[in-house]
């Protein structure tokens, strides 16, 4: 590759081709340049909300499509996906600060004995970015953990992914066991991760499957109104 | 009798099926580590390999899949290593001495789960020590062979290799390609078998029994790359251990699409297109085995098969492999990657 092509200034760009470089880099898995990308573009007086979802998100959406077609393998995904949490990580406070409108509380975290969570994070980010409060449990999280931060933190929605056939029932016995507990209407649930499916969700007694974050996103906003809804003519 | 022996005795050996599959519906929880059985319920691991021997097995693998260390970690129980393979090896021992044939017992090695340094935190050195633990187990348990499986990055399959060589055990090496025809970390089927059977890596006198292709995604997918295996290694012994067609999600329960007539017509396929070991892998169950057995043993050597006689008999492929990846469009505002 020619040295020119190493030497953009990013500080440089007008608004438009800066976004479109850091599309580049996200995919090119560079976290520096995209922390300095995302100052660059707050210090233009761009509201958080919009470097996350036009710079961030729509790279990351890039780079899913790439995968999905066998150009990129999980390698640069990952780089591409630590990238934006570097970003994230710096837009975080400003999105909380900047009061995006308060939306609910949500848990969430991967099933036990699944490891994968790429799915997850992405969608926690978009949350944050929507205005939710997400409390994220990590991977591998048993039915005890799911209670202890239910009770800890109160939430308005439980957040489960699974990306292996052999640890989604595992969603069954988190939901059973709010049941039997009595709590399983207290909240919203939504499950999502790659080999799920609408049917599935609804078999084991969730509210809503979420094919990509900007589903679970779509639908968290739409189900926490119901909800909100059912309350006040309650 | 070990596998090297075995395969010097016969053209094509009949490995076994699902240990998950098969485990759940002997009632383990989802989320729960199948190698714990091991020691809690060894009867339903005894019946499982017994499964397999009945229906035609010449090689069992252990139930000890996850019995590394850093797999163990999420179910608290990385101190159990040593003895989780040493007592699953003993129990496949045990029916496999039964069994008035020879059974080789393979010690199966599945990756960690973690990512290599950059990417992760795992060393290679690391890694190394987690599968010796591991192997010395199945070792002292009575296993023929470290077989090592399901693996998709390379820096894991060299650390896996290693360990073998350093315990003393002779080892076989099979990846998924589950991805556009690759392994999730990109590595194609060619360049796999090369870099284990000839690369640089490796010196001769140690290089796996055999290297092939298991579980991903169909049937077809893992013939597939088993073609190109058998290309670019014409005098390598070749493993193809593909799943029983593809999990299909029905309700709250997962099955795989795979009859037993599917797998009987995969296992010839399997054979024409070069393997010499030919087994299931997720969703296998008995049935499945006892009509593989019989194709094999019926089997009429055939030309190398063609995709389209792979997909009529074994359904489309799930992930099918691009060349996007060699050729990739080109971009504009493209940077070194740091
Ligand atoms: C509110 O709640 C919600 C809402 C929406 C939600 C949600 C929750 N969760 C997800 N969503 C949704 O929104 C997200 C964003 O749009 C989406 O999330 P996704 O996660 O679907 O999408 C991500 C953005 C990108 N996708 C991913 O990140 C998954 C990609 C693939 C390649 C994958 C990866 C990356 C990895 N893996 Co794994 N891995 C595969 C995957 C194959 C594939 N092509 O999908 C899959 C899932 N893996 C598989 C396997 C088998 C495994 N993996 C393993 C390990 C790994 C890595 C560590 C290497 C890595 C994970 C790294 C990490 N930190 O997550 C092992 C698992 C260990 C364990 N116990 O979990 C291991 C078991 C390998 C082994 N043999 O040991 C396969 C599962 C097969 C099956 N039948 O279940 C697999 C399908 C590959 C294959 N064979 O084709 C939606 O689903």
């Not at chain 1, 995968?67 to 710096?90: C, Q, S, T, W």
């Not at chain 2, 090896?89 to 010690?107: F, K, Q, S, T, Y």
Request: glycine share 10%; charged share 25%; proline share 5%.
């Amino acid at each position: 590759m020619a040295d020119d092509e190493d030497d953009i200034i990013l500080s440089e760009l007008n608004n438009e081709e800066l976004v479109e470089q850091m599309h580049q880099d996200l995919y090119d898995g560079l976290k520096d340049e995209i922390e300095e990308g995302v100052n660059i573009l707050l210090g233009r007086d761009w509201a958080p909300y919009k470097v996350l979802t036009e710079a961030l998100v729509e790279g990351m959406r890039i780079v899913g499509i790439d995968f999905r077609d066998g150009i990129l393998f999980v390698p640069e995904v990952l780089l591409a996906a630590n990238a934006m949490k570097a970003g994230m990580a710096i837009l975080r406070p400003l999105l909380i600060e900047s009061g995006a409108p308060r939306q609910g509380r949500i848990v969430t975290g991967t099933v036990k004995g699944d490891i994968h969570d790429i799915g997850k994070n992405l969608v926690g980010m978009m949350m944050e970015g929507a205005g939710f409060e997400v409390i994220d449990l990590g991977i591998n999280t048993d039915v005890d953990q799911f209670l202890a931060a239910i009770d800890e933190h109160k939430p308005d929605m439980l957040g489960m992914s699974a990306l292996l056939t052999t640890t989604m029932p595992y969603m069954k016995v988190v939901i059973d066991t709010l049941k039997e507990k009595g709590i399983r209407d207290d909240m919203i649930v939504l499950v999502g991760g790659a080999p799920l499916n609408e049917d599935f969700a609804m078999a084991v007694g969730a509210d809503a499957y979420c094919r990509d974050a900007a589903v679970a996103v779509e639908t968290a906003k739409e189900l926490m109104a119901r909800k909100h809804n059912k309350l006040a003519s309650a | 009798m070990t596998l090297a022996e075995l395969l010097a005795e016969r053209p094509v050996l009949l490995a076994d099926g699902a240990t998950g599959t098969n485990l759940f519906d002997m009632g383990l929880t989802s989320g729960d580590a199948p190698d714990m059985w091991n020691l809690e319920k060894p009867d339903n691991i005894r019946k499982l390999h017994q499964s397999f021997v009945d229906a035609g097995s010449d090689i069992i693998l252990t139930n000890t899949f996850g019995s590394n260390a850093r797999r163990l970690m999420l179910h608290k129980a990385e101190d159990q290593a040593y003895e989780l393979n040493k007592a699953g090896a003993e129990l496949a021992r045990e029916i496999a001495d039964a069994a008035g044939r020879p059974v080789v017992v393979a010690g199966s090695v599945g990756p960690t789960g973690d990512l290599f340094a950059p990417l992760g935190e795992l060393t290679a050195e690391a890694a190394v020590d987690v599968f010796a633990v591991q192997m010395e187990g199945l070792k002292a348990g009575g296993a023929d062979v470290a077989w090592i499986e399901t693996m998709s990055a390379s820096e894991e399959m060299q650390a896996a290799a290693t360990a073998a060589r350093n315990v003393g055990l002779p080892y076989v090496i099979t990846a998924s390609f589950d991805t556009a025809g690759r392994t999730m970390m990109g590595i194609k089927p060619s360049t796999f078998a090369s870099e284990m059977m000839s690369g640089p890596e490796i010196n001769d006198d140690e290089r796996p029994t055999a290297v092939g292709g298991n579980c991903g995604v169909g049937a077809s997918d893992t013939l597939l790359a088993i073609l190109s295996m058998t290309e670019a290694e014409p005098n390598a012994v070749i493993v193809c251990k593909a799943n029983a067609g593809i999990p299909v999600v029905k309700g709250e329960h997962v099955h795989y699409s795979g009859s037993p007539e599917l797998m009987a017509d995969y296992a010839g396929l399997a054979i024409n297109a070069g393997a010499r070991i030919i087994g299931g892998c997720c969703g296998t169950k008995p049935e499945h085995l006892m009509a593989m057995r019989a194709a094999i043993d019926a089997h009429i050597q055939g030309d190398r098969p063609s995709l389209d006689e792979i997909v009529a008999a074994c359904g489309p492929l799930a992930n099918p492999p691009t060349d996007k990846s060699d050729n990739p469009p080109p971009r504009k505002g493209r940077r070194r990657r740091a």
